[in-house]
């Protein structure tokens, strides 16, 4: 089984950064895709960015020039670098790991970000 365990989020004024982690434990396997989702009060859960196990990334419009992915393969560890943060940017942010070939798809609990004016 895997767990994702979520870290970094908080508060913060606009225009500030955080950045996010999230640690992956137990058997993983390639091919894999790890990503960050969000969701906000009244909203679907969207897509924010993913990284796949080649180093491949992908980023919602939204966020592309504002925001990083990247993964410690050694560490099972993908982290999110939000600068420029926006109020829009509120939400709680998920982890999520799509291993391809067993289709498995885990999540994380969450971790709040609060952007104020």
């Known amino acids: 089984q895997v767990r994702l365990v979520e870290s970094g989020g908080g508060f913060v004024q606009a225009g500030g950064s955080l950045r996010l982690s999230c640690a992956a434990s137990?058997?993983?396997?390639?091919?894999?895709?790890m990503g960050w989702y969000r969701q906000a009060p009244g909203k679907q859960r969207e897509l924010v960015a993913t990284i796949t196990s080649g180093d491949n990334t992908n980023y919602a419009s939204s966020v592309r020039d504002r925001v990083t992915i990247s993964r410690d393969k050694a560490k099972n560890t993908v982290y999110l670098q939000m600068n420029s943060l926006k109020l829009e940017d509120t939400g709680v942010y998920y982890c999520?790991?799509?291993?391809?070939?067993?289709?498995?798809?885990?999540w994380g609990q969450g971790t709040q970000v609060t952007v104020s004016s």
């Open positions: 999520n790991l799509k291993e391809l070939l067993s289709r498995r798809d885990s």
């Open positions: 137990g058997s993983i396997f390639s091919p894999n895709i």
